[in-house]
Structures are given as C-alpha cells and as structure tokens.
C-alpha cells in the first residue's frame, strides 16, 4: 500500500534556488530539483517535502511558498490579531486571508492615516486598537519589506471585531468607535467594525 511521508524538516526548512537537498542514494529527484554530481538541488525558493510509495527510494520535491500556503494578496480581507500600538502606527499578525486560516503568521502594520476614511487627521491609535484586539483588515501594500503589509481599516466593515477590556471580559460594540464591558459596564474607545458574518473569526 503506498504510504507519503514527510521529511521531519519539510514544515520548518526553506530552500533557495541552488541550494543541495540530498544525495542521490537518499532520494530521487521530484519537482522543483535538479541533480548535479550526484547530489539534488533545488531549482526553486520554497519548502522540501518528501515522500515515498512501497518503500522506494523517497521522492524529494520543492514546492513555492506560493504553492504550499495561502499569501494576503492587495486587495484581501484579513483577519489580524493586534501585538503592539504607539502614536503612529499598529502592528499586527495575520491570522486569516479570508475565511481562510494560514499556516504561519505575516506581520502587518495598520498605519495612523489608514484607520478611518474621515478626519483622518484625529485618529488617535490609542483610541483605535489595543494589543489583543481581532481586528478585520484589508491589504493595500506588500510594504518595504515582503513580510511587512501594508492594511487599512477605512471601510464601515473593518476595524476591531473582538476585544476585551481591562477585567478580561469580551466587549460589546455600542457605536462605530466604541466598545462596553458587559461586566463592569465600562466603555472603551475603538475602531470598531460592522462585522459582515463570513468574516467573523472568534
């Protein structure tokens, strides 16, 4: 019966193009590789996966990153989970594209201009999001760097989705730019979301 198996590296190690695998008494070339004095290189940036049928020699293949996971493209919704705030900008972790959960975390930064579309100029970060806060975003740049996107929340429909507040409680959106704790009633200031139901994740 063919079993596939993968290699104890092939979730955490990424290949560049030229990069050697193997030896060829180790493996035998798949996708994504070439062989080269007896040894397997990858062809391609991207993640090693191994597998093997009727316990033949394994096949060593490289996938793009592009192929093996989900990318936030310009334009995607994202659900994102605030790690830090200061006057300017929020930082984040996408969690979603989509409904879509992903295989690793990308940073993101929401910037002080792309909170709200109006007043732009009063935005206070502070006022907007918190570390912990679930925050539904939309991608509008890769950034400088490829791991950094760039995200707004100036649509009705984006901004904070879930929050707690002080006593660890979740809160309940009361306006588009606050939220109250059910426990102590206490009221905090957000950006919060009109929250479409597909893209609700808790």
Same mark, same amino acid.
């Given at each position: 019966?063919? #079993?596939?198996? @993968?290699?104890?590296?092939?979730?955490?190690?990424?290949?560049?193009?030229?990069?050697?695998?193997?030896?060829?008494?180790?493996?035998?070339?798949?996708?994504?590789?070439?062989?080269? &004095?007896?040894?397997?290189?990858?062809?391609?940036?991207?993640?090693? +996966? %191994? #597998?093997?049928?009727?316990?033949?020699?394994?096949?060593?293949?490289?996938?793009?990153?592009?192929?093996?996971?989900?990318?936030?493209?310009?334009?995607?919704?994202?659900?994102?989970?605030?790690?830090?705030?200061?006057? @300017?900008?929020?930082?984040? &972790?996408?969690?979603?594209?989509?409904?879509?959960?992903? !295989?690793?975390?990308?940073?993101?930064?929401?910037?002080?201009?792309?909170? @709200?579309?109006?007043? !732009?100029? %009063?935005?206070?970060?502070?006022?907007?999001? @918190?570390?912990?806060?679930?925050?539904?975003?939309?991608?509008?740049?890769?950034?400088?760097?490829?791991?950094?996107?760039?995200?707004?929340?100036?649509?009705?429909?984006?901004?904070?989705?879930?929050? &707690? #507040?002080?006593?660890?409680?979740?809160?309940?959106?009361? #306006?588009?730019?606050?939220?109250?704790?059910? %426990? +102590? &009633?206490?009221?905090?200031?957000?950006?919060?979301?009109?929250?479409?139901?597909?893209?609700?994740?808790?």
């Amino acid at each position: 019966m063919a #079993s596939s198996f @993968r290699a104890p590296v092939a979730d955490a190690a990424i290949f560049s193009a030229g990069e050697r695998l193997c030896n060829l008494e180790e493996g035998s070339p798949g996708s994504g590789t070439y062989t080269r &004095h007896g040894y397997i290189f990858s062809s391609l940036a991207g993640c090693m +996966t %191994k #597998s093997s049928e009727n316990g033949a020699l394994p096949v060593v293949s490289v996938m793009r990153e592009t192929e093996s996971q989900l990318l936030p493209d310009v334009g995607a919704i994202v659900t994102c989970k605030v790690s830090s705030i200061n006057s @300017r900008f929020a930082k984040v &972790h996408i969690l979603y594209v989509g409904s879509t959960p992903l !295989k690793n975390s990308f940073r993101g930064t929401i910037r002080k201009e792309d909170v @709200r579309a109006t007043e !732009k100029d %009063k935005v206070e970060i502070y006022k907007s999001f @918190r570390p912990g806060d679930i925050v539904l975003a939309k991608v509008i740049s890769l950034g400088d760097a490829q791991s950094n996107y760039l995200l707004t929340t100036a649509e009705n429909e984006l901004g904070v989705v879930v929050a &707690h #507040s002080e006593s660890g409680v979740q809160m309940v959106p009361i #306006s588009w730019c606050e939220m109250q704790c059910p %426990k +102590t &009633h206490t009221k905090e200031f957000r950006k919060v979301a009109r929250v479409q139901p597909e893209f609700l994740q808790t």
